[in-house]
């Protein structure tokens, strides 16, 4: 026996392994993965809050923070590996920057870029976030974020956890109601994409 490996140690072949095993592995207690992917699944797990996963898996409130932990370390590896574009000019260069901070998402989440006058990133925001029926977004925290990123011109991301790239209606009259107040205050929002689960992506500008 090698060192520092006691006799109750069991190893586990992670590539091999089941969710359950993995989950079980994180957590150190044995039978109740299945619980908790049966009730919430795994996408559900990996973005809940700590509390709302103990509450509904009937964990601890350790627990599920060592499991939302775990989750994030592999939500930012996966951002580390995919290549964001510097620029965003078009609605496909939004969706592949944003794609990886918001396709597991089960709940809505409004983001704004601002941007330079070459389209580069100068800084992004969270301007909403929501339940898994949309998002409360007010027109002034748009604007405002915009303003303290210090944007010449600044694009709207969202997306739909239902997996509908299609633009709601409010999605349309609330993107035309920032974009006239924008223009009042001197700034321009170049575009509002709207990004899915499974990578599709629509702009409301584009309908």
Known sequence: MSAGVDAE??????????????????????????????????????????LALAERAGISVKEAHRLVAAFELGHRVEMARTRRPKRLKTSRDIATFFGPTLRGLVHE???????DAWRGVR?????????????????????????????VTFAMVHNHPSGDPKPSDEDVELTREIEHRAHLIGVELVDHVIVTPSGKFSSVFKI
């Open 123 to 151: 800084g992004v925001r969270m301007v909403a976030r929501g339940g898994l029926h949309g998002a409360t977004l007010r027109p002034a925290d748009v604007l405002r974020g915009a303003l303290e990123l210090g944007s």
């Open 109 to 115: 989440e409004v983001w704004i870029a601002g941007l």
């Open 9 to 50: 140690t069991t190893v586990v072949d992670v590539p091999a392994a089941t969710e359950a095993t993995l989950i079980e592995t994180i957590l150190g207690s044995p039978g109740i993965a299945e619980k908790i992917l049966i009730a919430n699944g795994l996408v559900g797990i990996a973005r809940m809050s700590p």
